[in-house]
């Protein structure tokens, strides 16, 4: 769970995702302005943050999660589990799946600034509906850190679905924690253990897992 606890902490520093780019922009543009965004919000707030972090879900809310995929990737980590469930099952998680999201970065994120990610261009053809943005982030230790999104073009632009972090899949790595879980305790009993993570953690959307 730590691994994933990281995964998540650098999706929400990295993968900011906002609408407030110019029409079509491309998959870098799309991470590069939302990032920048997001990391101007911490910074014009960034004491009120130190003194609750939990808040740094507001702008992982605005300028994230409403331009990922979160449907499309949830079915990818319910994997052969999506099939058996029922269309409640598969909403249900998918909400859940959305807090995890939102819960896991407080203070790992407060401090982070725009001198530790760098966004690499992406060409892009006109006819491709796939792309990988390539960006870097450095750690406190100086260390830097690859870490690629995958995002696929839809009807509402492009959206991110996977992040990969030095070759490990966050997608994969959920699919394999949360499919452990269900094979043993069912599905309903992992959508519940999420939720009531999501319901008793102090965020606006949930809080720490």
């Keep these: 769970m730590k691994l994933l606890a990281t995964?998540?902490?650098?999706?929400a520093a990295g993968l900011a995702i906002a609408g407030h780019a110019a029409a079509q922009p491309g998959p870098s543009e799309i991470v590069e302005s939302a990032a920048q965004s997001m990391l101007d919000g911490?910074?014009?707030n960034?004491?009120?943050?130190r003194k609750d972090p939990s808040k740094v879900g507001e702008l992982v809310e605005k300028y994230l999660l409403p331009h990922?995929?979160?449907p499309y990737a949830a079915r990818l980590v319910l994997g052969?589990?999506?099939r058996d469930a029922t269309p409640e099952q598969r909403q249900r998680f998918a909400d859940a799946f959305y807090?995890?999201?939102v819960n896991t970065y407080g203070s790992a994120l407060v401090d982070f600034t725009s001198d530790r990610l760098n966004v690499f261009p992406t060409n892009v053809e006109a006819e491709t509906d796939r792309a990988t943005v390539r960006t870097e982030v450095t750690r406190d230790n100086g260390e830097k850190v690859a870490v690629n999104y995958s995002l696929r073009k839809t009807d509402a632009g492009w959206k991110a679905w996977d992040v990969v972090i030095e070759g490990i899949s966050y997608?994969?790595?959920f699919r394999e924690d949360y499919g452990a879980a269900i094979d043993k305790q069912g599905l309903d009993a992992v959508i519940e253990r999420l939720e009531r993570s999501a319901n008793s953690a102090p965020s606006t959307e949930g809080g720490d897992r």
């Design 7 to 11: 995964i998540t902490v650098l999706i």
């Design 42 to 44: 911490l910074e014009a």
């Design 46 to 49: 960034r004491d009120a943050y």
């Design 68 to 70: 990922f995929d979160i």
């Design 80 to 82: 052969m589990h999506w």
């Design 99 to 101: 807090h995890t999201l």
């Design 171 to 173: 997608v994969r790595s």
